[in-house]
C-alpha cells in the first residue's frame, strides 16, 4: 500500500462539469462564479462542454484565469471527435474539426494546465480493426497532447481481446480512462483495473444504475442513466482500487459522473475523507451525506 503521506500528491478526485452540482456553493451564486468556487473544493474537473462545442481560444483563457496555478482540466473530445455527433458536420473536414480543437485546448496546455483529453467512444464503437484505424488516426492527430481512452463496448474487453486492448493502449501512448458503470450487455465495460501510462491512470465513476443505463431512447435518459449514490462500502472498494493502481502508476485522477440526482459532490467528498484528504470549505448543504 503507497505510504498514507503521499496519497494527497498522486490523487486527484473531482467532478464532471461546474455547472450542475448546486450544494457545492452558497445560495445567490452566479453561474459566472461557479468554476471559481469549484476550486475551493476540488483540485481537477472534466470539461463536459467542450463534448458539445469546441471553446474558442479566448474562452478558455477565461476560465483558466479562474483557477489556481495548480489545477487540472480533463477536457473531453468534441463529440463530431468521437462520432457521437448526428446531423451535418460544422467544420470542412475532420482534420480541421482536430486542428480547431487543439487550438482550443493548447491554451491549458501552454499553462501546465491540462492533464489530458478524455476521447470516450459510443456504445457501437466496438472492436474491429476499422475501428482501431480510427485510434491510430487519432493519436496522430493528437500529437503532442496527452490523450485518454474510454470504451463503451464490451468486445475490447472480452477475454479474447482484453491484453490486446491494453498493450494497444500502452504502444500508442493512451492513458485508460477505468470506467465504473452497471454491467449491462454489451454496451458498457467491466472496471479493468489496468494503467496503461506510468505517469497517470484516470477514473471515472458514472454509477451503477443498471436498469436505467440503456434509456437513451427517452426524452430523460440523462436523467436517468446518471442517477445513483455510491454507498459508503462502495467507495470503500474504490478506496483500495486506488492504493492498488498507484502500485504501478504515479497519478490517479478520478472523476465522479453521477450527477442526476446531485449525487456527485457528496460522494466526491466521502471518498475523500476516507483518504484523508482536505475535503475543502463546507456547503455540501452542511455536510449532509
Known sequence: MPREES???RIRIG???????????????KAAEKLRAYTRHFPIIEMDNSF??????????????????DFGFIVKAYQGMTGHSRGKNPYS??????EVFKESVNVLMQQEK???????YPPWFDCERKHVEILKRTREWMDGFPVALEFRNQSWFVSEYREKTLQFMRDEGWIHSIADEPEAGIGSIPIVLEPTQGYATMIRLHGRNASGWHASGEANWREVRYLYRYSAEELEEWKQNLFTLLHSTK???????????GDAAAN???LMELLGLDTGPVPIRQMEW
Open 15 to 29: 467532478l464532471s462539469g461546474w455547472g450542475d452540482h448546486d450544494d457545492l456553493y452558497e445560495e445567490g451564486t
Open 268 to 270: 466526491a467528498k466521502q
Open 114 to 120: 491540462l492533464k489530458t483529453v478524455l476521447f470516450q
Open 7 to 9: 496519497i494527497g500528491n
Open 52 to 69: 458539445y462545442a469546441i471553446p474558442a481560444p479566448d474562452r478558455m483563457d477565461k476560465w483558466s484565469a479562474q483557477t489556481p496555478d
Open 93 to 98: 473536414d475532420m482534420k480541421t474539426m482536430f
Open 251 to 261: 497519478e490517479c485522477w478520478l472523476i465522479f459522473n453521477n450527477n442526476s440526482g
